[in-house]
């Protein structure tokens, strides 16, 4: 079986080439560590980014406890809302189902018409036919939807607000 041979008709000058691109490349980083070395503004951004990492398991960990309560809450407050399609409470949208309301609640997170949304769960609206509710048809949502969607918002950015501060700080 015949072996490659490089330019020279030795197979290892290949290899030996390939080793010294590779040894060039160092060089390349080695410019990037001299840059940090001398600038001040590029360190002291890079050592924000690497704390800022080090906080990103509480924060991820405090978000994550604050749907989940928020969620189980808008199961047992808004759970027996109707879902209608071309109205806010759909079958992609709602809080009878855990994994619903977590998404509902992400995209609340994400500013997507939430208003819209703690409009749809007021008073007023159509009773899901399903439900272990008896009383009137359109007795449904509670004025606690203002209350519920206002303090989600606001314990969502000091949460946010908490783990930045926190991160300058350190």
Partial sequence: ??????????????????ISITFFRLFRVMRLVKLLSR???IRTLLWTFIKSFQALPYVALLI??????????????????AMRDNTQI????????FPQAVLLLFRC??????QDIMLACLPGKRCDPDSDNNTEEFSCGSNFAIVYFITFYMLLLICLWLSSWTTLTT
Avoid: C, H
Wanted: hydrophobic share 35%.
């Fill in 39 to 41: 600038g001040e503004g």
């Fill in 90 to 97: 759909n079958r992609n949208n709602n809080f009878q189902t």
């Fill in 109 to 114: 997170a994400t500013g997507e018409a939430w």
């Fill in 1 to 18: 079986m015949p072996t490659e041979q490089g330019p020279t008709g030795d197979p290892s000058s290949e290899d030996s080439a390939r």
């Fill in 64 to 81: 994550a406890m604050l749907f989940f309560i928020y969620a189980v809450i808008g199961m047992q407050v808004f759970g027996k809302i």
